[in-house]
């Protein structure tokens, strides 16, 4: 944080981010839709959120995007055609409770 500012840096997924934090930060701030998963990074600017599907892609062989939501605010499409590879590296850790988030 950078005076009380959320901050993205480069980095910090490739070097981070694990499948089990990708199921904690999908069942906090993700959504299906039709297989796509949408990753809500409402908070971040453009800039930043082009960094996290960059190295999302990077690391987890995804061809995620950045999309406008609310011609406002950017977030992450995972697209259909890497629903099945994101769901095996996801479902282990996914609590029961949240199994709507992969239409379990």
Not at 1 to 29: F, H, Q, V
Not at 31 to 38: E, F, G, P
Request: no cysteine; charged share 20%; proline share 4%.
């Amino acid at each position: 944080m950078n005076n009380g500012e959320k901050i993205i840096k480069s980095g910090l997924i490739s070097n981070y981010l694990t499948p089990e934090g990708l199921a904690y930060w999908i069942m906090d701030d993700g959504s299906l839709q039709n297989k796509t998963m949408i990753i809500h990074t409402q908070s971040y600017s453009q800039e930043e959120v082009a960094i996290l599907s960059y190295e999302l892609n990077k690391k987890f062989n995804f061809n995620s995007r950045i999309t406008s939501h609310k011609k406002i605010y950017w977030v992450i499409t995972i697209p259909s055609e890497n629903f099945e590879s994101l769901f095996q590296l996801i479902s282990p850790f996914i609590h029961p409770s949240m199994g709507y988030k992969l239409n379990k």
